[in-house]
């Protein structure tokens, strides 16, 4: 079997398993591989509803796709198995065809919202492995999409006052930062790179563009709110 083979089924497995397999026996993908791994993963798991984006060091960035499946709205509770990691960010909404340049016309393409990413793994003994994380969907789980900005008029967002409340644990609740400085740069990013991947970027999708609360794991009877200026509010339980 190939690389990309014995990931996929290792990590198809542990879905469907519910256990999470050793990925210190796995073999190392590079990074095209691992982005291969995640459309044998993708077809498998179903739909994509969006997408997840971040710079890397090398100038190849982070994409990883987001299920349909585990992506809800506010106030609806999440499954969670021992615990879920819980980021608060900013996504963009594509609310038209996104054609060859979505950049080009942003307003008209895209539309900021508030929304909680869900993450967990499907690996262990791979934390420090960046290209198998890679192709663990850098261990996105899902998505939990609050109310979008109308009216927006392209602005940037970098420094935004942010509050997420987990469990009644105050995670942040203060000015916070994109990854990057720019929600816009990273969402370019994508735009610049995605392509076809996993079926390219489509109208109801949406793209997050980095956490503004780092990231924290949280068990099952959580209470989780998130709340950032001029977009409002999210929410969910974890149960």
Known sequence: MTTVEI???ALLDARRDGVRADGSVLPSPDYHQALAIQRVVHRQIGPVSGFKVAPRPDGQPVIAPISAARTVRTGV????GDRLGIELEIGFEVIAPPGPDPMAESTQVFRPRIVL?????????AEHNALLKLADM???????VGPAL?????????TVEARLICGGRVVV????TLPGGSALANLALLCAHLGDHCGGL????IVITGSLSGLEYFPAGTDVSGHIADLGSVSCRLE
């Open 202 to 205: 489509r109208q109801g999708q």
């Open 7 to 9: 990931v996929a089924q």
């Open 77 to 80: 509770p999440v499954r969670v």
């Open 150 to 158: 109308a009216g927006w008029d392209g602005r940037d967002f970098g």
């Open 173 to 176: 609740d203060g000015p916070a």
């Open 138 to 144: 850098q261990i996105n789980d899902g998505l939990v």
């Open 117 to 125: 990413e869900l993450v967990d793994n499907r690996l262990t003994g």
